[in-house]
């Protein structure tokens, strides 16, 4: 029997091990099958070049739990190991300055198992013992026993084993009976082990028998050997892609299309992309790519390896350029990692671009749900928008698409303005905004729908990349002056008439939650609406942004900034006003005399001060223009209160108010019960 000390330089390994990788203590079952499917693999190379010359026979790697014993137990029937090599390979642990180990990898559970190469050691995370019964491959092989109980002392002895190969029996800790749980054992072996190129089997298969499930004699066998990613896809169906999407997510629904990756140079990897059906929702959909090495499951955390926007695919990629234990700062910094996620963008890239040219009715039926992945890409990535601008799609309200060049030829004869900028309008929702998309296709313009998550902030970017244009919501403002051809028709109205009619509409105004309006008197024309709401494109699309950029969150906290325009041309605007100036004409007489003069003083005293140097000006003298200012004030708000009183009573302001409202989604309520009442009594 030989005894001794496992070569490290700390005193006890054990409880680092214990303490710093408890958080992903479950990837040891991953590392010991990882080591039983190795040793395997080294016996079929070993095989395949005459070496071994002995019967391979039924190489199924094993795991099978005692619960009366409290073990889990892997074997494998692949080289295993002399005595010699147990003390080379894992009696010399090979690290030191201790001090400096924990605080590097403290936070990393991979990153210490990778970096030290302690896969097999990753078995004291949970056991409290760990026996290795082995037998080399090698002819007259002797069976040798190690065992350990989580000190650095350990104990190897010759026994007997009739076949090559290794058990690795962990005798599991009182803190970790969980791994003792059948269904618990089941669920590790499907996460990390279910494509491990060698048959894993866990028990038996069962069955349903007099009313209860039992064991049969057919092992449960519960990985695939050859997954899709690696075969040939000149040999794969539709169906079989999508049968292999199902296993791997069987709530989801069918996928779009998939990118099947095959490359061995400048590095290697394969795997399968599938597109998803997203509407929204962006974070939702994360993290669904899962990450292989040589077919063993490293992470589903593959941000820094495949582009942030692709993120949002499914599937699956098998490097082994990227070593099993990695730490996310090494993928930040890897030269190999950023040529795979380069690679992986031109890849997808080239595929759209292709389903694109060949079938481009597919490819429009599918833009809805493919946009938000193209979006992101070209929000996130500037080599991909270079790309994606040859097959992104713009979707107008009527349903049809155009590619950008497409569009901008469509609209660039009737939608430039009078400063050759051209003008992109757009809805976002097409019934809310039916009347204003029906004023701009009435003057013939086309009306893009851009109702997806990322559409706004993907106008914006298109303003920067395209040479004068502009995006405009087609409620942003009153039809002739989202596209002005010339300069606006004056208006009509004497400065007191203005005045008088916009305070008619201001005084009777609702006050609503997080929404201000500013009210203006514009000629729009006889035949166009008495009154208009718009919002302010640049305020909504802000705040629009704030959504998505947290620096910009004061913008969410502003209220909406709305226009009112009253249409001075229109009949009812015209009775309006001879209403409001008839009844209040006499009242207001000596109001508008006293503010007369009150500004002709004023304008006296600013121009007597106007000549003095500031410090040449006396305190009374800034009095006399305080007190002007204020006495102008009192008597605009006496005129404000004349007008106000009399339009509280003005059922056609109230139903032009809450018309304008109501097509603008924003008459709810008592008001939308107050306008239902006050129509029927128009009506009657």
């Known amino acids: 029997m030989q005894k001794g000390n496992i070569g490290v330089t700390t005193e006890n390994i054990f409880p680092v091990i214990k303490k710093f990788l408890y958080s992903d203590h479950e990837i040891f079952l991953r590392e010991m099958v990882s080591n039983a499917v190795d040793a395997t693999q080294k016996l079929k190379t070993l095989a395949e070049r005459g070496e071994f010359k002995g019967e391979l026979g039924d190489l199924t790697v094993r795991v099978s739990l005692d619960t009366d014993k409290g073990t889990l137990t892997i074997s ?28 590097k990898y403290k936070d990393n559970a991979n990153a210490i198992i990778g970096h030290f190469g ?39 002895d010759e026994t007997e084993k009739a076949d090559r190969g290794s ?27 279910k494509f491990m190129a060698v048959p894993v089997a866990f028990g038996k298969k069962t069955e349903w028998k007099d009313g209860k499930q039992v064991d049969t004699d057919e092992d449960n066998i519960i990985n ?28 989801q629904d069918e996928p779009l299309f998939w990118i099947h990756l095959n490359v061995d140079f400048p590095f290697n990897l394969t795997g399968i992309l599938y597109f998803p059906r997203i509407k929204s929702n962006i974070e939702l959909q994360r993290n ?24 949002l695919l499914h599937g699956v990629i098998d490097s082994p350029d990227i070593p099993l234990n990695v730490s996310r700062s090494y993928l930040q910094s890897d030269a190999n990692v950023k040529k795979i996620s380069t690679y992986i963008t031109k890849k997808v890239a080239d595929r759209l671009k292709s389903i694109f040219n060949e079938n481009r009715k597919d490819y429009e039926g599918k833009w809805d749900d493919l946009k938000i992945f193209i979006h992101y890409g070209m929000l996130s990535q500037e080599d991909f928008y270079d790309r994606a601008k040859d097959f992104a799609l713009l979707k107008d309200t009527e349903g049809k698409y155009y590619t950008y060049e497409e569009y901008k030829t469509l609209i660039k004869d009737n939608q430039t303005d009078k400063n050759d900028q ?39 970017m298109l303003e920067q990349k395209m040479e004068k244009s502009r995006f405009t919501r087609v409620d942003g403002d009153i039809i002739d002056r989202l596209i002005q051809k010339e300069d606006a028709p004056k208006n009509e109205l004497s400065e007191t008439d203005s005045d008088n009619l916009s305070e008619a509409f201001r005084s009777q105004l609702p006050h609503l939650d997080k929404a201000e309006f500013h009210v203006e008197v514009q000629a729009l024309g006889e035949t166009s609406q008495p009154v208009v709401i718009t919002q302010s494109e640049y305020m909504r699309r802000m705040k629009d942004m704030s959504r998505f950029q947290s620096g910009m969150a004061f913008y969410a906290q502003m209220p909406d900034m709305f226009s009112m325009v009253l249409n001075s041309d229109h009949p009812l605007m015209k009775k309006v006003l001879s209403d409001t100036n008839a009844a209040t004409e006499e009242e207001l007489k000596p109001i508008l005399a006293e503010i007369r003069g009150q500004e002709a003083r004023l304008a006296v005293l600013r121009q007597e001060r106007d000549k003095k140097k500031p410090e040449e000006v006396t305190q009374t003298e800034k009095d006399d223009i305080n007190n002007t200012e204020k006495a102008i004030n009192e008597q605009k708000d006496k005129k404000k209160q004349v ?3 009399h339009s509280k009573d003005n059922a056609i302001v109230h139903q032009l108010i809450d018309l304008a409202l109501l097509q603008n989604g924003m008459l709810k309520g008592a008001a939308l019960d107050a306008f239902l009442k006050r129509s029927v009594e128009l009506i009657h």
Do not use: H
Request: proline share 3%; glycine share 6%; net charge negative.
């Open 76 to 103: 494998d029937r692949g080289i295993g190991m002399t005595a010699e090599e147990i003390d080379k390979y894992i009696n010399q642990i090979a690290f030191s300055g201790v001090n400096d180990f924990l605080e």
């Open 224 to 251: 695939n050997v050859e997954p899709l990613w690696t075969k040939a896809p000149s040999t794969l169906k539709d169906e079989d892609y999508k049968e292999f999407y199902r296993t791997l997510y069987p709530m």
């Open 118 to 156: 302690l896969g097999f050691y990753s078995a004291f995370m949970v056991s409290k013992k760990v026996e290795i019964v082995t037998k080399s491959y090698q002819e007259g092989a002797q069976a040798v026993k190690w065992s350990c109980d989580g000190s650095p002392a350990f104990e190897i």
């Open 422 to 460: 051209l003008i992109y309008l757009y809805a976002n929702n097409v019934d809310d905004q039916y009347s204003y998309v029906e004023a701009a296709k009435a003057k013939g313009y086309n009306v893009l729908l851009m109702d997806g998550d990322l559409d706004v902030p993907v106008a914006s």
């Open 288 to 311: 669904k790519i899962q990450l292989y090495c040589n077919q063993v499951f490293v992470t589903d955390q593959v941000e820094g390896i495949v582009p942030e926007f692709l993120t």
């Open 167 to 193: 058990d690795i029996i962990l005798y599991i800790d009182d803190d970790c009976k969980e791994f003792l749980e059948k269904q618990k054992i089941q669920d590790l072996l499907n996460k990390y082990c």
């Open 643 to 645: 007008i106000g009183e």
